[in-house]
């Protein structure tokens, strides 16, 4: 889809690039918190929590184009053409992003189309998933007994035909998390015991976390699939891999609600 700009015109606004983080409202930086409520027109993923929609102004236009696994509200080339369109009409333009724009959020190919059509804009990172996932469900990424590096990957449903390193994510020195792996659980499981990984790896697949319905379900590498398949798991979920899942307990800080009211909670004893 070729970009519609308006010849002779310049941008009325700015466009701003805004991490909203994983969920909870108070993870949210002072920045994002100030340029949301200043916001003319607000285009949200799926992934921003609704307390955080509740910030942006009665009076702005919100629009939502978010991306959910076959329910996709808007395909990239509308988004990026919206983004363009509001820039030209409204003062104030927020891109609103789950996590960090910069991670797995599509961030950089929107702000291209941005310089393409000669739109300012500015970013204002977020707390990605993977830390406030990890934070939140008691599991440190890295650590010097357990974990001296992680990597973040992403588990989408091309992964079958993608090339991986499997070789590399099997380190078992580093801790691996996967964004949107869910439905590819087992091709992760088998890539990383072929490559060497052990099957009895601590794994956690965390579920809406930091929310209140924020659910753990713990186990072993070779569990994964299962893991994935519980009834009880809820999207948006992040799968974490490495022997840091062992403090899981120890360490575990944060009491949802749906652990106060349900004992619900795969466990594996190591």
Not at 44 to 69: C, F, H, M, N, T
Not at 179 to 185: E, P, S, T, V
Request: with cysteine; hydrophobic share 45%.
């Amino acid at each position: 889809m070729e970009l519609v700009s308006m010849p002779g015109q310049q941008a009325k606004g700015k466009v701003w690039l805004v991490g909203a983080g994983p969920g909870d409202v108070e993870l949210l930086t002072l920045k994002a918190y100030r340029v949301i409520k200043q916001a003319d027109a607000v285009l949200y993923d799926a992934l921003v929590s609704q307390e955080i929609l509740d910030l942006i102004p009665a009076a702005a236009e919100k629009i939502a184009v978010g991306k959910r696994v076959g329910k996709h509200s808007a395909a990239q080339d509308e988004i990026n053409q919206l983004l363009v369109t509001k820039a030209y009409t409204r003062k104030n333009v927020v891109r609103l992003k789950g996590g960090d724009p910069f991670i797995f959020g599509r961030g950089g190919e929107e702000l291209q189309t941005l310089v393409k059509s000669d739109v300012e804009f500015e970013v204002v990172p977020g707390i990605t998933a993977a830390s406030g996932t990890a934070a939140y469900a008691g599991i440190p990424l890295t650590h010097r007994d357990y974990a001296q590096g992680v990597s973040f990957i992403t588990g989408h449903c091309q992964l079958e035909s993608r090339p991986m390193d499997w070789q590399g994510y099997a380190n078992s020195s580093n801790t691996l998390v996967v964004y949107m792996g869910i439905l590819n659980a087992n091709i992760i499981s088998e890539g990383l015991m072929n490559h060497g990984r052990h099957p009895d790896t601590p794994v956690a697949i965390v579920s809406k976390a930091t929310t209140a319905l924020q659910q753990r379900f713990i186990g072993k590498l070779s569990d994964l699939p299962q893991l994935a398949a519980d009834a009880a798991l809820e999207m948006p979920a992040l799968m974490i891999i490495g022997e840091v899942v062992e403090l899981a307990e120890t360490l575990n800080w944060f009491t949802p609600l749906v652990e106060q009211h349900s004992s619900k909670q795969f466990k594996v004893e190591f």
